[in-house]
């Protein structure tokens, strides 16, 4: 992991479940693997801070931003048309932000290291 962070230490600010979690998938790759994988994981990558905006803003003005943000479509749909499911899944994703990104960013994690063994 050393390695990672020498080549693209504008990652070192992840925190640590998410650190943990791209050290565990990036483990097998090569220098040059690394090099994409950082390169497309930062443009692809949502961060925690966004998302707690968007939960803010699912609270009080269209709910279910977080949720297209975090390309769950339908959960957005619903949250919109059911006002945040009353409320309650809007503070339930509020509390939950940070859970909520390192899913989306475990997810493009996978892709990103399928796409690469693929290539």
Do not use: W
């Not at 790759?29 to 925690?48: C, G, M, V």
């Amino acid at each position: 992991m050393d390695n990672f962070l020498k080549l693209f230490p504008e990652l070192a600010n992840l925190d640590m479940k998410e650190m943990n979690m791209v050290k565990h998938y990036t483990k097998s790759l090569d220098e040059e693997s690394l090099k994409n994988f950082a390169n497309i994981y930062r443009a692809q990558r949502k961060d925690p801070q966004n998302v707690l905006i968007l939960c803010l803003v699912g609270l009080f003005v269209i709910p279910g931003v977080q949720r297209f943000y975090l390309n769950q479509i339908g959960m957005g749909i619903l949250y919109l048309f059911t006002i945040g499911l009353c409320f309650i899944g809007s503070i339930v994703d509020l509390v939950k932000y940070q859970d909520l990104a390192l899913e989306y960013n475990t997810k493009i994690v996978s892709n990103i290291i399928e796409l690469l063994r693929n290539y």
